[in-house]
């Protein structure tokens, strides 16, 4: 398999992608009333969604006491542990998820962005595999999957990855991300990107803005530069030129690129 070069790609875009938390649970019955762990684990999903990470920690934790078995739940707790920087736990928590429940693909793309953070790309490749499997239309775990095979350099499978994330990206419901810091990360070095409503962030720094997204134009943007990595100039340039049409930094780095690719 041809492979990218790592040079050629640094000066691509690309970040990792998360979802927000998995929802809240309620009772079968309406009128039921909530148990106490499904009512700590719903206090969770609400403390994140406000950017409250240490308190969401805390409900996720009381949950698990209470129903160590409930695998949404350590999902929640390993994104909440990632986002409030206390990454020792994270893996440990996800792996735990996806083991319970298998079928979890927010859990398996949480994982290999965990994974992603410790520079293990073949194992977050695999994870972010699984999750497009489970959710074809998974659009962000498609991106990942294509900013790790990039990592390897692995031309074509980066370039049909972010294909596939490009294509899914405009119908999916998973584009909105989750709040708080480390769930956008730089993924390549020598980036100087900012997408809309965020501060420049160098390689490996974590970001702490809320309500952050993923536009279309920063996919474009990633997959015209895996393109003009592999020498597909043409394609590239198509790429660029449509992330170029729309609005916010994205948009600012494709008309840069278009207009000087050699940078």
């Known amino acids: 398999m041809k492979r990218l070069s790592t040079r050629a790609f640094r000066a691509g875009a690309g970040m990792l992608a998360l979802l927000c938390a998995l929802p809240a649970l309620s009772a079968p019955d309406t009128d039921a009333p909530i148990d106490p762990a499904t009512s700590h684990y719903n206090a969770g999903v609400a403390l994140y969604g406000q950017g409250r990470f240490s308190e969401a920690i805390a409900e996720y934790r009381a949950a698990l006491h209470l129903d160590p078995g409930n695998a949404a739940a350590h999902a929640n707790l390993g994104l909440a542990l990632r986002a409030g920087g206390q990454a020792d736990e994270v893996i440990q928590q996800l792996r735990t998820a996806v083991r319970l429940d298998p079928s979890l693909a927010e859990a398996h793309n949480t994982l290999g962005a965990a994974l992603y953070d410790r520079r293990q790309y073949g194992a977050a490749q695999a994870e972010f595999a699984q999750a497009a499997r489970l959710k074809p239309a998974y659009a962000l775990a498609h991106y990942n999957l294509g900013l790790a095979l990039a990592r390897q350099g692995h031309n074509a499978g980066a370039v049909a990855a972010l294909r596939e994330a490009v294509r899914l990206a405009p119908g999916s419901p998973d584009m909105r991300l989750a709040p708080g810091s480390p769930d ?3 993924a390549l070095p020598d980036m100087r990107l900012a997408l809309p409503d965020m501060r420049l962030a160098l390689p490996d720094m974590r970001l702490a803005l809320p ?13 015209g530069e895996a393109l003009q990595a592999s020498g597909q100039g043409a394609a590239a340039r198509a790429q660029w030129r449509q992330a170029a049409a729309g609005t ?10 278009l207009a000087h690719p050699g940078l």
């Open 184 to 186: 956008m990360r730089l």
């Open 248 to 257: 916010g930094a994205a948009a600012g780095r494709a008309k840069r690129r």
């Open 211 to 223: 309500d952050m997204r993923l536009a279309l134009p920063d996919m474009r943007l990633a997959l």
